[in-house]
């Protein structure tokens, strides 16, 4: 139990353009999902917290119009990177809480060309 | 907010050998420290998590230990084989699953067979 799938696991665009992400707890409901970015040996950084059914919370230094999350139902969060640009480039990585622990999903590349 | 500082940021042991993490962390809120491990490309999987409530936790040949008054927090791996190779990070929150987790910025352990 407690699976959490991201969509697109990888995914290349143009300088410009938006992206979406998907982050989906399968067998259970999430009222909390968490999106991290992490750089390449780097650490996991918190970007934003998305809570069911009201605005995300941002976390200090993230543009909060450029990263908009989404979080229409118990099962799923999005996130979309407008304008993207090729310091955009990471692993962004989505968690979700259940039974007092988080479990994370599988991470989706983001290359901006 | 909270602060999580790990150290080493690189460890090699030879198989067999113990292999020691450190962490410190700065809110004295915090109440959950989890370790996460992540092979390359892949999302971080919980290898073993303590709450404040306990000292020491352990779970085959990983164990955790915390001390509350120092804060500091350590994990211990023993008879280390060469899967155990991977970046490891500590974490701190102010709860469970439902907390946004803080992050040290990892070791990357390299286990010679």
């Known amino acids: 139990g407690a699976v959490v799938s991201q969509h697109p696991s990888w995914v290349i665009c143009k300088s410009g353009t938006s992206v979406k992400i998907e982050c989906r707890s399968l067998d259970f409901q999430a009222t909390t999902m968490f999106w991290y970015r992490q750089f390449p040996k780097q650490s996991l950084m918190l970007m934003a917290t998305s809570n069911e059914g009201s605005k995300a919370t941002y976390e200090q230094g993230v543009e909060k119009d450029k990263f908009l999350i989404n979080h229409a139902s118990l099962t799923l969060s999005t996130l979309t990177v407008t304008s993207a640009h090729p310091e955009d480039s990471s692993f962004y990585i989505c968690?979700?809480?259940?039974?007092?622990?988080?479990?994370f999903g599988p991470g989706t590349r983001l290359t901006v060309l | 907010g909270e602060n999580v500082e790990q150290h080493p940021s690189t460890l090699s042991v030879q198989e067999g050998d113990s292999a020691v993490i450190k962490c410190t962390y700065s809110d004295s809120a915090s109440n959950y420290f989890p370790w996460y491990k992540q092979e390359l490309g892949k999302r971080p999987q919980l290898i073993i998590d303590?709450?404040?409530?306990?000292g020491e936790k352990k779970d085959q040949r990983i164990a955790v230990t915390l001390n509350k008054t120092a804060k500091h927090f350590s994990l211990h791996i023993t008879e280390t084989q060469p899967e155990d190779s991977a970046v490891y990070f500590c974490a701190a929150s102010k709860g469970g699953g439902y907390q946004k987790v803080t992050f040290g910025i990892g070791t990357k352990l390299q286990v010679i067979p």
């Open positions: 303590i709450r404040s409530n306990v």
């Open positions: 968690s979700a809480g259940f039974a007092d622990t988080q479990y």
